[in-house]
């Protein structure tokens, strides 16, 4: 278009581009996620699945592949620390992740009952997820100090017998849920306090109009209405725990015994600690496989729930 | 080896009696070179090697950029620098169980490849030769090996102990297990006091504190890795009676959680006073004596790791190398070196030794400082020196280690008996060995 | 029909205060023990060790974590800073316009079914195997040791959960106002700008703050791409765990320190997201 000095042409250039940004823009909006996310993302996945059949050594300061997945297969099927590890990952997530979204939302919804101090409540809320993840571990780990730990001492002066908080096999796995559900019920009521913001007042007039108690409009109309963010939030936090490695690495190490093995620390100690590159990614694979399976069992059980209302 | 060491030690005794102020020999020109880029840890002997290498840039106006990385993501960073184009990083610090990665990858120049004249001072300790490697049998040590590395701080553990409690109950200070345990006896209080602390926690910790006692008793985890036999002994009756005495002292003399105890909950329960003898990594010295860290100041003494009655004297190292990586141009490599050669050299580790470091030559220790109180324990560092080795010298090392780590604990915490547990790991290990290919084969099993 | 906030849910009395009491107790929870990292920040190591509750406060680790030579802690922060908020605006951007398109314009199942179930499977990658190729890849492309590095890894890891998120937060929005607004000539984009964003605020700010706070405690991937001049705060805090024992007081002190400009950016940065929007809100 050529260049019009006259305002009014000048409008018209502008409403021009306008124009076709509105008629393009169910692409440009979308284009840039998948083109970021391709880039960034399929050569990395891609070297994982090559890795996960393969074997992978280095001669000579370069590395080399030679196809091996039998190798890599033998090693999980006979890895001794894999079956503790899933039953524990297993355990850990379940529990975890259900307390977690009990606890989050339960909050949300209390929150914002509040008539003042929403947004302070809500910051104070977020700090567990702020701190460092290292000191998390770390601070944790003193708090469960079995001689000078703050429960202890607390246990002691009641009159009680301290706990061997992360020195017993039974008692250990509880003690990292603990700090993971500390940890991420933050995130769960983050998601749920912004849902429960955006739901309706009058719906909830017109109920309490006509005569439904609190628990009624809460289980049959707040509820359902967070669905939406209660599966982003049950999705997200599911995965992540799968992936929980700051705390039990901290903690305890995977200790005692292997009440605390968590795959993803079992991950960390064969594919970095002891470069087994192809059998590392095999296990990835394999983790990936269990949280699939995970969704898809939380999924059903979840849409069971909901159609039994 | 022993001999060697003798000789060196004897020299710098002899050395020093007849030139009192050898110390302030003149500094090491090494020559104008680029500026450097040093991947190392914070750590507690950090603050020393800080001191060094302004001393180092001041004396001889080559720069040096130190990269303080934490210690969990030292492997990393070391790996990443090495499989690149070009290393970010001109020396590597590279911890004693990651060295054969990288020796065996081809992935460091071999330091008298850069300059054919470099060598290690005579004086300089040798850490078990961790900084040799001999491609051809695949071992660590210096017959028919490469100098790959030169160690800027090596440690090994000691046995500490309350000089305060010993002389109240009219103890001294033990030479074998037994009287360790003899001494519990009188010290051991539980909640008030514990006898003996020393690490018991899953993984490395556990696996390195009882190697003491393995190597106490004799005993070893494969037969002769030097020379291929990769035969798995760590199911002998030596090392069951070794894990045997390792859990009677944790029972007699340790707290209820004897087996979640890593380093730092040892040097807590020491430092607080809460535990009266223990067994703890030489590093940690800095914190006895710090008024900040520690309520026991003054009150500890180092003497070197017992013996069990009918064994011999332990010492397992844990040193840092510093290996130079290959892909760099030829000036940068040979700045590395002249820093590792003003490094090495008298007056550069007595500074390192002021500054709070461990030094690395055997005539620093045996120099005045050691009549100094804060280096009250030379004497049992330099000691252990003598008769130190390092242990898991092979390429599967790191998964040797996590298996003995888990079964070594089992056993601790009771989860099954010594023997159970001893077997259970040399299956696994030979499993390791076999899959990769190395001459193994297994003992009988142990009584369960 | 009102939509929004101010939801003083009118519950009885009773039921108020066992509420109120539950949350008082769920907050003290959620806040004891950062409050109690706070007070060992100011306790000399051995204080902490022995978990003294009379102790002399001190300053030293403060002075230790923020002045000393080995911490470049205000730098640290900085580097934090500008990752946190560059990656948080971004993956904002990015990801709210590919939820909103993928919720809005029918995009064919396979297209939409591929790219949501990708993002889920990258989700599910543990991030450690993915460190080495990218530090590959940005070593090749220069990009080494620069925060641009930290804030397109940031973007990308932190894209599934805010499209997910967003996509929840439009799913919401009751179809029949977009469906009037485009009657009355509403143009799509303003469709987006005017209607849909302002209503789902409260899921931006979540999906923000989220977004910060992952980046800002971010570490494998800081600590991969940077070196001591980039380097992030959980790099930085991750020095106090060292080889042989935790620096406790350090690391409350670190850990003190980083949370209280994350929470300052994020309190900024939420006031300007909501006046953004009422200022182009059509209520």
């Known amino acids: 278009m050529a260049s019009i000095p006259h305002p009014a042409g000048r409008v018209a250039a502008r409403a021009g581009l306008v124009d076709r940004l509105d008629r393009t823009f169910r692409w440009w909006s979308f284009a840039p996620a998948v083109v970021l996310l391709f880039v960034l993302t399929i050569f990395p996945i891609v070297n994982l699945l090559r890795m996960a059949v393969s074997n992978v050594q280095f001669v000579d300061g370069r590395a080399v592949w030679s196809f091996a997945p039998g190798r890599n297969l033998q090693a999980m099927l006979g890895d001794p620390v894999l079956g503790a590890a899933v039953v524990n990952t297993a355990v850990f997530v379940v529990v975890a992740v259900a307390l977690e979204m009990a606890i989050g939302i339960g909050l949300a919804l209390l929150v914002a009952r509040l008539d003042r101090g929403k947004g302070l409540v809500r910051t104070a809320m977020i700090l567990p997820i702020l701190v460092p993840p290292v000191a998390i571990g770390s601070m944790w780990k003193l708090m469960y100090n079995y001689d000078f730990g703050v429960f202890n001492q607390a246990l002691t002066a009641l009159g009680a017998m301290p706990v061997n908080w992360l020195g017993s096999t039974s008692v250990a796995l509880t003690s990292v849920i603990l700090v993971d559900v500390w940890h991420w019920v933050p995130f769960v009521f983050l998601i749920l306090f912004a849902a429960v913001e955006g739901v309706p007042q009058d719906v909830i007039e017109a109920a309490r109009i006509d005569g439904a108690t609190s628990g009624q409009v809460t289980r049959r109309i707040i509820l359902p209405l967070l669905a939406p963010a209660i599966g982003v939030a049950l999705l997200f936090r599911g995965i992540f725990a799968f992936k929980a490695f700051d705390e039990v690495f901290l903690l305890t190490g995977g200790g005692p015994g292997t009440s605390t093995e968590l795959v993803s620390l079992h991950l960390y100690k064969v594919f970095f600690e002891q470069n087994q590159l192809g059998y590392g990614a095999m296990l990835s694979l394999a983790i990936i496989a269990m949280i699939v399976a995970f969704l898809l069992v939380a999924r059903r059980a979840g849409t069971a729930l909901a159609t039994t209302r | ?448 | 029909m009102t939509h929004g906030t101010s939801t003083a849910l009118p519950f009885a009395g009773r039921e108020r205060a066992i509420g109120l009491a539950l949350l008082v107790l769920a907050v003290a929870v959620v806040v004891g023990p950062f409050v109690w990292i706070a007070l060992q920040s100011f306790k000399r190591q051995i204080d902490i060790l022995t978990g003294a509750w009379v102790f002399t406060p001190t300053l030293a680790n403060y002075v230790d974590v923020l002045f000393s030579r080995r911490s470049d802690f205000a730098g640290n922060v900085t580097n934090s800073a500008i990752v946190a908020m560059a990656s948080t605006v971004l993956v904002l951007v990015i990801g709210t316009l590919a939820a909103y398109s993928l919720h809005r314009f029918r995009w064919s199942r396979a297209i939409s079914a591929a790219f949501l179930g990708w993002t889920l499977v990258f989700h599910m990658v543990p991030l450690l195997t993915l460190v080495g190729p990218w530090y590959v890849a940005f070593r090749e492309l220069g990009l080494y040791d620069t925060l641009w590095a930290l804030v397109i890894t940031h973007v990308t890891i932190n894209l599934p959960m805010t499209v997910w998120l967003m996509m929840a937060f439009f799913r919401e929005i009751p179809h029949e106002i977009e469906e009037a607004a485009l009657v009355d000539g509403c143009r799509p984009l303003q469709a987006f700008w005017r209607i849909a964003l302002p209503l789902a605020a409260p899921g931006l700010i979540a999906a923000g703050i989220l977004a910060f706070i992952f980046s800002w405690n971010e570490f494998s991937v800081a600590l991969t791409l940077t070196s001591r001049e980039t380097a992030t705060v959980p790099v930085a805090v991750a020095r106090f765990a060292q080889q042989y024992e935790v620096q406790h007081s350090q690391m409350a002190a670190a850990s003190v320190v980083s949370t209280l400009p994350a929470l300052l950016l994020m309190a900024l940065g939420q006031r300007f997201v909501v006046r953004g929007l009422t200022l182009g809100a059509v209520k």
Not at chain 2, 170 to 176: A, F, N
């Open chain 2, 1 to 448: 080896m022993n001999i060697q060491r003798a000789i060196a030690v004897l020299t710098a005794v002899v050395a020093t009696a007849i030139t009192p102020f050898a110390a302030n020999a003149q500094a090491v020109d090494v020559g104008k070179h680029p500026p450097i880029t040093i991947l190392i840890n914070s750590s507690p002997w950090y603050g020393g090697f800080e001191k060094v290498v302004q001393l180092y840039e001041q004396q001889t106006g080559n720069r040096v950029k130190l990269d303080t990385t934490p210690f969990g993501g030292m492997l990393e960073k070391a790996r990443n620098a090495v499989r690149g184009q070009r290393s970010p990083y001109d020396l590597l610090n590279l911890d004693t169980q990651w060295t054969i990665e990288f020796y065996e990858g081809g992935f460091v120049t071999p330091l008298k490849d850069i300059d054919p004249s470099f060598d290690l001072p005579k004086e300089v300790l040798a850490y078990g030769e961790s900084g040799y490697w001999n491609a051809d049998k695949r071992w660590r040590t210096s017959k028919g090996g490469k100098l790959m590395a030169f160690p800027p701080n090596g440690n090994v553990a000691f046995f500490v102990y309350r000089d305060d409690l010993y002389r109240t109950a009219g103890l001294k200070p033990p030479q074998t297990w037994e009287e360790v345990i003899a001494n519990c006896s009188k010290l051991h209080q539980p909640p008030n006091t514990y006898g003996m602390v020393m690490r018991g926690e899953r993984g490395n910790a556990i696996r390195y504190d009882w190697m003491y006692f393995m190597q106490g008793k004799n005993a070893t985890v494969v037969r002769d890795a030097e020379n291929g036999d990769y035969t798995v002994t760590i199911n002998s009756p030596q090392a069951k009676a070794a894990l045997d005495l390792f859990i009677d002292v944790a029972k007699k003399c340790g707290p209820p959680n004897a087996g979640a105890l890593g380093q730092g909950d040892v040097i807590q329960l020491l430092s607080t006073g809460k535990a009266a003898q223990g067994m703890v990594i030489s590093a940690a010295w800095a914190n006895f004596d710090d008024a900040n860290k520690s309520a026991v100041v003054g009150r500890i003494q180092a003497v070197p790791v017992p013996r069990p009655a009918d064994g011999k004297p332990p010492a397992v190292l844990g040193n840092w190398n510093m290996v130079v990586p290959r892909n760099l141009p030829d000036e940068q490599k040979k700045a590395a070196l002249a820093f590792a050669r003003w490094f090495l050299s008298a007056p550069a580790q007595r500074a390192y030794a002021e500054g709070g470091s461990i030094p690395v030559r055997s005539d620093t220790f045996a120099s005045d400082l050691a009549k100094q109180p804060k280096y009250r324990w030379f004497d049992a560092y330099l000691k252990m020196q003598s008769y130190a080795s390092q242990e898991l010298g092979y390429a599967e090392g790191a998964q040797v280690e996590q298996v003995l780590g888990l079964r070594l604990n089992q056993a601790l915490i009771g989860e099954m008996s010594s023997g159970r547990a001893l077997n259970a790991a040399a299956k696994d290990i030979e499993e390791i060995f076999r899959k990769n290919g190395r001459r193994t084969g297994a003992l009988p099993p142990l009584p369960e």
